[in-house]
């Protein structure tokens, strides 16, 4: 079982950007697809990014284009670059693992603290 923690979010103006990072531990990251959600208050989860074991990668309508969605395999570690941020962008963001069935899905039984993302003027 691979285990998650989420972690660089925090409080960035209109246009700013952010990096986050989900450091994993107990298995490799390229045995997976890994994703990156965000959950604002009152809304579904919703996958914005994901990336494949070979390296494939996918984004919602909403962040193609200012997110970006990169692994360091020897950090075994999965990021999240977030450019020209919205207030819409508000919200938490998790990352998880699992098949691509799974993390298209968003079917996993557990989900770590995520970390904060405000946009905010």
């Known amino acids: 079982q691979v285990q998650l923690v989420e972690s660089g979010g925090g409080l960035v103006q209109p246009g700013g950007s952010l990096r986050l990072s989900c450091a994993a531990s107990?298995?490799?990251?390229?045995?997976?697809?890994m994703g990156w959600y965000r959950q604002a208050p009152g809304k579904q989860r919703e996958l914005v990014a994901a990336?494949?074991?070979?390296?494939?990668?996918s984004y919602s309508d909403s962040v193609r284009g200012r997110f970006t969605i990169s692994r360091d395999n020897a950090k075994n570690t999965v990021y999240l670059q977030m450019n020209s941020l919205k207030p819409e962008d508000t919200a938490v963001y998790y990352c998880?693992?699992?098949?691509?069935?799974?993390?298209?899905?968003?079917?996993?039984?557990?989900w770590g603290q995520g970390t904060q993302v405000t946009v905010s003027s």
């Open positions: 990336i494949a074991g070979g390296g494939s990668v």
């Open positions: 998880n693992a699992g098949s691509a069935r799974e993390v298209a899905s968003a079917n996993f039984p557990t």
């Open positions: 107990g298995s490799t990251i390229r045995l997976y697809t």
